[in-house]
């Protein structure tokens, strides 16, 4: 389920790279994903009644996991068409029903309200911030926790 297509504007005016629509097509996840996500659940104290948030989510292998895994209420974002349509069509098949959710969006501006999240994960964040530097989408992630 799409939460809202906010940031419409995602991609005008620059060259979009032909790798998000590839990479959404493939269902490789990233060596070393899994156990990332374990050391997550670890060390970051997640569950029923978290709400966290996987900017870029890319095909939301991280949301619809700690979802699963943890119980916790995960929202995507992502600034690909391609990814969240993926994401979406995972979070169907895990039926997680309300508790995972994608938005397409701006990770450097993030369409989300402050101090809402429990948790945010930016695996692979470069790719997701847009052009942005490293340190805005950063604050902005620091603004929605």
């Known amino acids: 389920m799409v ?20 990479y959404s097509r493939s269902e490789t996840m990233t060596p070393g ?18 709400l ?17 895994k943890a119980g916790a209420t995960c929202v995507g974002l992502d600034s690909s068409r391609e990814l969240v349509q993926h994401a979406v069509r995972k979070i169907d098949r895990a039926e997680l029903g309300a508790r995972a ?22 695996i692979g964040g470069p790719s997701g911030i847009g052009g942005h530097s490293i340190s805005a989408a950063l604050r902005e992630q620091g603004r929605i926790l």
């Open 33 to 50: 994903f899994s156990r990332t996500i374990e050391i997550v659940l670890e060390h970051v104290p997640l569950g029923v009644g978290s």
């Open 101 to 122: 959710s994608v938005v397409l969006g701006d990770g450097g501006r993030l369409p989300l309200p402050t101090g809402t999240f429990d948790a945010c994960l930016s």
């Open 52 to 68: 966290v948030l996987d900017v870029p989510c890319g095909k939301g292998e991280a949301l619809v996991q700690i979802s699963a």
């Open 3 to 22: 939460m809202s297509s906010v940031s419409q504007g995602v991609g005008k005016g620059r060259a979009v790279s032909p790798i998000p629509r590839k």
